[in-house]
């Protein structure tokens, strides 16, 4: 059974501090990765993805990969009140495998 | 552009009756998943239709649950005899592609979802 894992949390990180998200996958034959975040009663929406290893960065947010050690990451600088959500990590083999999700709290 | 809609948004059913829930994708996006949402979990995945190949049901709960999806483009979830453990939010997802080739294009793109209520 392919796996994708994620600390439930929830994760409460103050304003303007690094949120730091990480994600386990456990098939090392997947392709594609991805953060999803989804705020409470809406659909997920596409952050980032990334597919190399190594480091992606997109304004505040810094996707990160390692295929050897089998985990992607997800920084987000400066945390904002409106980063507060659920950050879903997903990965793409012959499907895409959602985790189920890092709760992520900024504190004002 | 017009995004993934799903209909309805909400359905109260009674147990043991039929229901459908319809997603109609982005237009020329050949990958659609169902996904069902139960309160405050994550994303369970039920199938995946990519072009014409035949789907991947192999998160499908139980022999209740179906799906097709007509012409390459709008998808039905059926659950027949509903039970109580069956309601959740159903999301539908299309992404332009689904092969191995792909990378942004298996970025998916979210409908807003049904919530169904089995009374």
């Known amino acids: 059974q392919k796996e994708v894992e994620q600390n439930s949390g929830p994760l409460s990180v103050p304003e303007g501090a690094i949120a730091s998200l990480n994600c386990t996958y456990s098939?090392?034959?997947?392709?594609?990765f991805f953060w999803y975040r989804q705020y409470s009663g809406k659909s997920p929406e596409l952050i980032m993805f990334?597919?190399?290893?190594g480091d992606k960065e997109d304004g505040r947010f810094t996707a990160q990969l390692n295929k050897a050690s089998q985990y992607v990451s997800l920084l987000i600088r400066d945390s904002q009140p409106s980063d507060s959500a659920t950050y879903l990590c997903?990965?793409?083999?012959?499907?895409?495998?959602f985790g189920k999700g890092t709760r992520l709290h900024i504190l004002p | 552009g017009a995004g993934v809609s799903q209909s309805p948004s909400n359905k109260v059913t009674e147990k043991g009756k039929d229901v459908e829930l319809r997603c109609d994708p982005i237009?020329?996006?050949?990958?659609l998943y169902w996904y069902r949402q139960s309160l405050g979990q994550g994303l369970e995945f039920l199938i995946y239709?990519?072009?014409?190949?035949?789907?991947?049901k192999s998160g499908l709960p139980s022999d209740r649950f179906s799906a097709e999806r007509t012409g390459g483009s709008v998808s039905t979830l059926t659950i027949q005899r509903t039970q109580q453990e069956d309601s959740a939010v159903y999301l539908c997802?299309?992404?332009?592609?689904?092969?191995?080739?792909?990378?942004?294009?298996?970025?998916?793109?979210f409908g807003p979802g049904t919530r169904l209520t089995v009374l």
């Open positions: 990334i597919y190399s290893n």
């Open positions: 237009s020329g996006h050949t990958a």
């Open positions: 997903a990965v793409r083999d012959d499907k895409i495998i």
């Open positions: 997802a299309s992404s332009l592609a689904g092969g191995s080739e792909g990378r942004a294009t298996d970025t998916q793109y």
């Open positions: 098939d090392r034959g997947s392709q594609s």
């Open positions: 239709f990519q072009g014409n190949s035949a789907p991947d």
